[in-house]
């Protein structure tokens, strides 16, 4: 199916898997297995994104907020973590997708930050699609952070002047393009501390629709609607 025009198709989407939760408690099952169900809704995204030619992609997984969840639910989806991540590499080998983790690595378990390194390394030469994972991510530590390495170069000379561009290479999101468009899936109306500096001209996108009812076709429906909408940037429309 070719659904648009794909010179219009956005290079870079963030998505905010959001819902899991509500998804299952709507079924009157444990949270836990909305978050089970919504790795299929990951698959499925990350294989049309990869096809579609898309190159980047942002998935917000855990962010620095969400520790303070019940103990079993950080454990389980930890332990889910560390399955998707086994599961999937061989698929990341195959179809040349660079596995890139974004937010805080030291705040997880050091099996878990080895397994996500090994990930890195092994796909670091993977050129088709980069998937960004945001875990334990949050938009003003991020932007903390890089205030704070940048502060050092400028401390040790390195950095003579300050400007968008610069200071954009110490975010965790390095030199990967702006977001072009964000899905948000559950109805919330909120960015949630994701990605505060890149999004300045992302495109919003929100459905009611659970992430683990997020599927191909949603995806699709949505990148459809991204492909109608007409980016200002702050200019205003050419009249002539
Ligand atoms: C998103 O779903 C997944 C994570 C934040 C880990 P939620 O777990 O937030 O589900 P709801 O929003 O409570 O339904
Ligand atoms: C945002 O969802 C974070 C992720 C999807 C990982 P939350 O469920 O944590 O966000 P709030 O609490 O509704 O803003
Ligand atoms: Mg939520």
Redesign the pocket.
């Known amino acids: 199916m070719r659904p648009y025009d794909n010179e219009k198709l956005p290079r870079h989407v963030a998505i905010?898997?959001?819902g899991n939760g509500r998804w299952a408690q709507a079924r009157n099952l444990p949270r836990v297995e909305g978050h089970i169900v919504g790795i299929e809704s990951v698959r499925d995204v990350v294989s049309a994104t990869r096809e579609l030619g898309i190159p980047y992609l942002t998935l917000?997984?855990?962010?620095k907020?969400?520790w303070v969840r019940p103990r079993d639910e950080v454990r389980k989806l930890m332990e889910l973590l560390g399955i998707y991540l086994d599961k999937e590499l061989p698929l990341m080998l195959e179809k040349d997708i660079r596995f890139n983790m974004i937010g805080e690595m030291k705040d997880f378990p050091k099996k878990l930050q080895e397994k996500m390194h090994s990930v890195m390394r092994k796909t670091a030469r993977h050129k088709s699609l980069t998937l960004n994972l945001?875990l334990s991510y949050s938009g003003r530590q991020e932007i903390l952070h890089a205030i704070i390495s940048l502060f050092e170069d400028v401390k040790k000379g390195s950095i003579k002047k300050i400007n968008e561009h610069v200071f954009k290479k110490y975010l965790y999101t390095g030199t990967t393009p702006d977001p072009d468009f964000l899905i948000r899936t559950s109805g919330?109306m909120?960015l949630?501390n994701?990605l505060l500096w890149q999004m300045a001209y992302t495109e919003i996108f929100v459905t009611k629709v659970f992430w683990p009812d997020f599927r191909r076709k949603h995806y699709i429906s949505a990148l459809r609607e991204f492909c109608k909408r007409e980016r200002r940037f702050g200019r205003v429309e050419d009249i002539d």
């Open positions: 905010i898997m959001d917000y997984a855990f962010s907020e969400n945001a919330e909120r949630s994701f």
